[in-house]
């Protein structure tokens, strides 16, 4: 089971309280990737569609961030494995709303 924490605007979009928690499974046995994530939470929850990644591209929107404990997964590969205490549950997966301005 994997944790998903997200920020508070999507929380309450969402309409859930505290983490998410998602079953995921790689296709054939295979990794569970950024990508699968995030499609199980955007199934799960379609009123997310396009508020974490653009619709159309699949890309991470500007001002969202991906975490798993203190490493930044914002730039790897959406197709790179998610590290291991993600897959166990040990962290969870948080998804970042980023600031910016001064």
């Not at 990508?35 to 159309?56: F, K, N, Q, V």
């Not at 930044?72 to 590969?77: I, R």
Request: aromatic share 4%; hydrophobic share 40%.
């Amino acid at each position: 089971m994997i944790r998903v924490v997200l920020p508070a605007h999507l929380k309450t979009l969402a309409k859930v309280t505290g983490e998410v928690r998602l079953d995921v499974a790689g296709p054939d046995g295979g990794p569970v990737t950024q990508r699968l994530l995030l499609d199980a939470l955007e199934a799960r929850y379609p009123m997310l569609l396009g508020t974490i990644r653009d619709r159309h591209s699949g890309k991470r929107r500007a001002f969202v961030r991906f975490y798993a404990g203190e490493e930044d997964l914002s730039h790897s590969s959406p197709d790179a494995p998610l590290p291991e205490p993600v897959l166990t549950g040990a962290e969870p997966y948080i998804v970042l709303g980023a600031m910016a301005g001064g």
